[in-house]
């Protein structure tokens, strides 16, 4: 009964409600089923709230569980792609330090551990026959 005259308060419904904390036994039984109604409206839009942020979390933490493992499980020789989109293979690795060889001519590059987006099949790096010209 107090939820129920509470809302209407604060939804600013008419105050009949607030009649309820007055009346008599007879009239509390319609009150109370009133207040279950109104305690379902609430219950539902916090139920859909919570539903959201499952249906996002959990493949969010499945997602950096995947990287967190890939990225654990790197080893030399391994073909990869940096997040900026360079082809390379894994020259040496020292803690959370990756250098790579790239391209044609093995240029080495120094690279955190995190830049590395993915390991690849195939290596990009290899196919290149031709000289980029300008």
Same mark, same amino acid.
């Given at each position: ?12 419904? %008419? ?9 008599? /036994? ?24 919570? /539903? ?13 569980? !995947? ?7 790197? !080893? ?13 293979? $894994?020259?040496? $690795? !020292? %803690?959370?330090? +990756? ?6 001519? !093995? ?8 830049? +590395?987006?993915?390991? @690849? %099949?195939?290596?990009? @790096?290899?196919?290149?026959? @031709?000289?980029?010209?300008?």
């Amino acid at each position: 009964m107090v939820l129920y005259a509470l809302q209407s308060v604060l939804y600013g419904a %008419d105050t009949s409600g607030l009649s309820c904390l007055t009346s008599n /036994a007879a009239s509390s039984g319609s009150d109370a089923a009133a207040a279950g109604g109104s305690m379902m409206t609430l219950l539902l839009p916090l139920l859909m709230v919570v /539903a959201l942020l499952i249906v996002m979390i959990i493949p969010q933490r499945r997602r950096d569980k !995947k990287v967190k493992d890939m990225l654990s499980s790197l !080893k030399q020789g391994d073909r990869v792609r940096t997040i900026g989109g360079i082809y390379g293979t $894994i020259s040496s $690795i !020292k %803690d959370d330090v +990756i250098v790579l060889s790239v391209g044609p001519d !093995k240029v080495k590059l120094v690279f955190a551990r995190g830049a +590395i987006s993915q390991v @690849e %099949d195939a290596g990009v @790096e290899n196919t290149m026959n @031709e000289e980029v010209k300008d």
